[in-house]
């Protein structure tokens, strides 16, 4: 250890190495606030664009489905339009009891059919709206992974 005379000498201090210090911190300390706020824009875009994709998708899907509800009300008034008709025509008991039966049968399995292009659609619907979010789902996990 070296002995001064002067007590209140402080050598070891160099302000400059200080100044320097802190314009270091601060300099990381802004690249970093910087890359995050990159990332969360990023992010924020990503997710803006999978919330339009979703919606877009619902929208059609809700359209697509509408009108095929509409087509089956069509063919049912006109079934039943058609059925009324040849009630009315009938010359017989017997004939209307036919024609009632064979009716009957024909709309349940109308109906069934019905209930399955209903939820086909329905399932398509869903599989679609689902798919933006699936795929944004898989991309986040893809970079935890690769982290």
Do not use: C
């Amino acid at each position: 250890m070296a002995f001064t005379d002067d007590i209140f000498s402080f050598s070891a201090f160099d302000p400059a190495k200080l100044t320097q210090g802190w314009r270091e911190f601060a300099e990381q300390g802004t690249t970093s606030s910087r890359d995050a706020y990159g990332r969360m824009k990023n992010a924020a875009e990503e997710a803006t664009q999978t919330m339009q994709s979703t919606i877009h998708s619902a929208q059609a899907g809700t359209m697509e489905f509408g009108l095929k509800a509409m087509d089956a009300l069509r063919t049912n008034t006109e079934m039943s339009l058609s059925h009324m008709e040849q009630l009315i025509s009938a010359k017989s008991f017997s004939e209307v009891v036919e024609l009632q039966t064979a009716f009957v049968r024909k709309q349940a399995e109308f109906t069934v059919e019905q209930a399955r292009t209903m939820q086909e659609a329905a399932r398509k619907m869903a599989d679609d709206v689902a798919k933006p979010g699936k795929e944004a789902a898989e991309k986040v996990m893809g970079a935890f992974k690769g982290a």
